[in-house]
């Protein structure tokens, strides 16, 4: 729950193809009646692009949604592209703010340690 509310933390709901719908830096999707039936997913940002996708991509001027959010996956989406998000169970540690970074020194720090 508390990663859900973080908006360093860019969630995704995705269609039943799983391509993305909708990237928020808030929790997503949100339960208007308390009920948390569907699950709210993390993104994990790997993007591997074709190059005339980025040429084009590079041209398209930046949307409102992708402002307001800052995050550029939904200028694609705005402008009409679809972004496949398959699901995974794997867990990624994401360097976004300095305690980020200190979380994964001492990670590191740790698995070190071991002999």
């Known amino acids: ?5 973080d908006p360093n933390i860019v969630k995704v709901v995705v269609d039943r193809n799983d391509v993305a719908l909708y990237f ?9 009646d308390g009920v948390r039936a569907l699950p709210c997913y993390r993104h994990l940002g790997l993007y591997a692009y074709r190059r005339d996708f980025l040429l084009t991509f590079a041209d398209l001027p930046p949307s409102a949604l992708e402002q307001t959010e800052q ?12 972004i496949r998000v398959p699901l995974t169970e794997w867990v990624s540690v994401s360097v976004d703010t300095p305690a980020d ?15």
Not at 24 to 32: D, K, L, V, Y
Not at 71 to 82: H, P, T, V
Not at 101 to 111: C, F, G, H, N, T
């Open 1 to 5: 729950d508390e990663e859900a509310q």
């Open 24 to 32: 928020s830096r808030a929790r997503i999707p949100f339960s208007r």
């Open 71 to 82: 995050l550029e996956q939904l200028r694609a989406l705005e402008s009409g592209y679809r």
């Open 101 to 115: 970074l200190q979380k994964v020194r001492a990670l590191i720090a740790a698995k070190s340690a071991v002999p």
